[in-house]
């Protein structure tokens, strides 16, 4: 048996499609509505896995997994326009989809984990209709 | 690190258990009420694979998807009886149990996505206490 | 392809966390306001895989299934302060994670389900924010 624990988080925040290299109509063939900056309110579900710590039967310490996550979710975008407020996605002219979103936390997140707990996957969901995963392969 | 995205979609469709080979008292014992046509709210969720486009930073261009699967899953089910109405389940009397959707959905729509994005996994909810997945081995 | 049959059920249960070698001090410190008992509305999803059954298209007969879920899961846990009141858990001084639970949950149902049905995963979850999986290997 392999155990998981997952913890899930909301945060709010704005973005938008929009290709600089493409001209406005392509912009709007492909995306749609969605070139023009609109919320959501976006659930990220972290899953870890470890050892049973056989004092506690957990197999992560939660508040440093909360302190972890509140710093590089909560704090990184709530209440941000995703392409425009972070630097990660404005500079690198990366576009705020939920794949990119996923990949870019799981990055991230792995390499802040205490020693022995393993990052598994990262789901986040901008609606109940469209979510991706990124998994340890 | 593998990435995949999940789109998920609704249909409400009515649908009973009846295997025609049992006699009544043997069907009412195997199915309860299910044995009369009753309706859900069905949700399901499909979720695929595929190289990060460079240039847009998602895996699947996500208007083809929704194309599909509104053929696919909406046109086909939405509104029927789902053993009475629908050809797939009728004809060749399979019985519409949520394993049955799942596998079907699952075969209809990894023959038409486009080249390069592979069907990971077929869920097909029937309601919050009961759901099927089918997953690409 | 494979296939499996997700059923999920709720349970209401209190609990608190307490590691009787630790000072008040230590056992406040690691778990916080846990360390009085609180309620959650646990939802349980429990995962099999099996064969198709060729005349009623499913994997698992149900009802069969529903039994052992509403023993070993409501009959145990509903309306109990899990770390008192079940011996399981008080006796063996088992703290009442989400992540032992779903260990403890994972075992028993494996043990009782019918030939042919394998267990596939188990999964607890104490509220939205928090849940535990445990996984056949």
């Not at 049973?52 to 992560?60: A, R, S």
């Not at 630097?87 to 990949?103: H, I, K, T, W, Y």
């Amino acid at each position: 048996m392999a155990t998981t624990l997952t913890r899930s988080l909301g945060f709010r925040a704005t973005h938008r499609y929009w290709v600089p290299e493409w001209s406005a109509e392509q912009n709007r063939s492909r995306f749609g509505s969605a070139i023009e900056a609109h919320p959501h309110d976006y659930r990220c579900a972290v899953t870890v896995s470890g050892p049973f710590d056989p004092e506690t039967d957990m197999i992560v310490e939660l508040p440093a997994l909360d302190g972890i996550l509140y710093e590089e979710v909560v704090q990184r975008f709530q209440g941000k326009q995703l392409d425009r407020d972070t630097p990660e996605f404005a500079a690198a002219g990366m576009q705020p989809s939920c794949e990119a979103l996923a990949r870019y936390l799981f990055r991230r997140i792995a390499a802040r984990l205490p020693a022995g707990v393993a990052l598994e996957r990262v789901r986040v969901e901008e609606d109940p209709s469209l979510a991706a995963e990124c998994t340890k392969e």
